[in-house]
């Protein structure tokens, strides 16, 4: 069975981003610097993102995974090529351009394979979203979830497992050390 993705509407492409922002604001605790730098045809970025240890250059896919990471691609060169030119305009407490950089790159689908092929690729750590869209075209709900490798999740140590078991009491339900990990993960421990 073959999967056909439609591109998202016009109108849901600023709801995503604004959804994206939140996202990474509220979940993962960034600092969104700003929204769409850059231009369609030297390099775009549609998130610019800090957390202060790294700059995060975030694409949101609109259409299929090789586009966005194409623009992702763009987006880094552009950045790479005017980061003199940025570190002018905005001061180090917004964002300290001089940190490293990684790319996140959000999209509907990702191909088999896509986190080992950017990890022997890039020369950047790239972190792949999935977002998916329900509901009505003009309101959509909107759900984002990491998409790693399992290779490339760190593997906490067992005697954090068994402190975690008993700080939450759960040691008689009997979860394996890989539920603990998604559960983990989960909620951002």
């Known amino acids: 069975m073959t999967r056909i993705l439609k591109p998202v509407p016009g109108k849901a492409v600023e709801y995503l981003s604004q959804i994206c922002a939140q996202y990474f604001r509220e979940i993962k605790g960034y600092r969104i610097v700003e929204h769409s730098l850059g231009n369609n045809f030297t390099g775009r970025i549609d998130l610019l993102a800090t957390d202060g240890s790294r700059v995060y250059l975030v694409t949101i896919g609109t259409s299929d995974f090789p586009h966005a990471l194409f623009r992702s691609l763009m987006g880094y060169s552009w950045f790479s090529e005017n980061r003199e030119f940025l570190k002018r305009i905005y001061s ?15 999209s509907q689908d990702f191909p088999s394979g896509s986190c080992s092929m950017c990890e022997q690729a890039c020369t950047v750590p790239v972190s792949l979203y999935r977002y998916r869209l329900f509901g009505a075209g003009d309101d959509p709900d909107i759900s984002i979830e990491s998409v790693s490798n399992p290779a490339e999740e760190p593997i906490p140590p067992e005697e954090d497992l068994e402190l975690l078991r008993k700080s939450l009491g759960i040691e008689e339900a009997r979860l394996t050390d890989r539920e603990i990990r998604d559960f983990r993960t989960a909620i951002g421990l």
Do not use: G
Not at 92 to 106: F, Q
């Open 92 to 106: 180090p407490e917004e964002i300290d351009i001089t940190k490293p950089v990684s790319l996140i790159i959000l």
